[in-house]
Every structure is written in structure tokens, then in C-alpha cells.
């Protein structure tokens, strides 16, 4: 999985590059996959030039590169621009996840966009896992995929390398 930031993408389009095209190039110089790829994009980095951007997704998936929104449920996130997204990921933002533990409204939520990323057949990650609790109830609401600090905190390349 590879994160992009708005700026990097700010800066391919400064240099008249599409993303799918740098993507594309980057791919053949490194040989692999497409569907080894995974890119990792919000949704406000797709506010800018939106019809360009929805147009190089779309390229982007027809190359077999999967596509992850992440931090849905904070900022521009709309269920209109989630239909029209080419993703295969919905990546739910920590602030849905906390504050779930004895709360029946945040647990309400939480179940209804995990199970919205099921009804579109999207892989569904919960972020920001920080409890045995938080983790128990993403079980319990059918959430596949979770990843935080509860999990393990971020390392350094060499650690990382270690552990694995």
C-alpha cells in the first residue's frame, strides 16, 4: 500500500503529469504488478480538478491498481462521491471508531459504514484500533480488517525488518 498526499499530487499536475501515467511508469521501471498495488488516497486530495482526478482513478483501476479511500467518515465524505469513486477499499477513520465502547449511537454508525462498504463490495479497514474493546466490537460488528496501536505502534524500517 502506498500513501499519496495531496501535495504529490499537486505536484505531478504542476508538472503536467497524470497520476496514472507516473504510476504507470514507475510500475514497468520496477516491474510489478499492477495488481500488486494498492494506493492510498483521501478524499480531499481529490477535491481539486475532480473530473481529472476521477478520470485517472478510473484509469488507474482499469490497470488492475486497487484504490483505498482513506479516513472516511471526516471532512468532504459524502455517500454521492462515494458511489462515484472507482475504490476497492473504504479505510474508516478513527474518530468513528472511538468513543464506540458503551455508546449506542457511535456503535450504530460504525455498524451501518462497515456494512455500506460490504453492500458495495469493498474491502473495509477499520483505522485507529487502540483497545481490546475497540478491537472486540469491529469483530463482533464484522469489520475484516482493523489496524492500530492496539495491534502494533509504527517502526522503524530496520525494527520493522526485524520483526517481520
Known amino acids: 500500500m502506498v500513501n499519496l498526499s495531496p501535495r504529490q499530487l499537486e505536484l505531478l499536475r504542476l508538472r503536467g503529469e497524470s497520476l496514472d501515467d507516473h504510476v504507470r511508469g514507475l510500475l514497468e521501471r520496477h516491474g510489478l504488478p499492477p495488481h500488486c498495488l494498492e494506493l492510498e488516497l483521501t478524499e480531499s486530495s481529490l477535491m481539486q480538478q475532480e473530473e481529472t482526478a476521477l478520470a485517472e482513478l478510473q484509469r488507474l ?3 488492475g491498481i486497487s484504490l483505498a479511500l482513506d479516513d472516511f467518515g471526516t471532512g468532504h465524505s459524502s455517500l454521492a462521491r462515494l458511489q462515484q469513486l472507482p475504490v476497492t477499499t473504504l479505510k474508516i477513520d478513527r474518530s468513528l471508531v472511538k468513543g464506540v ?3 449506542a449511537r457511535h456503535h450504530a454508525l460504525l455498524g451501518s459504514v462497515i456494512n455500506l462498504g460490504w453492500a458495495l463490495s469493498l474491502n473495509v479497514v477499520a483505522e485507529g484500533i487502540e483497545t481490546v474493546e475497540e478491537a ?4 463482533q460488528l ?3 480488517i482493523a489496524q492500530g496501536y492496539y ?3 509504527p517502526l522503524p524500517e530496520a525494527e520493522f525488518a ?3
Open 142 to 144: 464484522h469489520c475484516p
Open 162 to 164: 526485524a520483526l517481520l
Open 101 to 103: 465502547i458503551g455508546n
Open 151 to 153: 495491534f502494533h505502534r
Open 61 to 63: 483501476r482499469d490497470l
Open 136 to 139: 472486540e466490537i469491529l469483530r
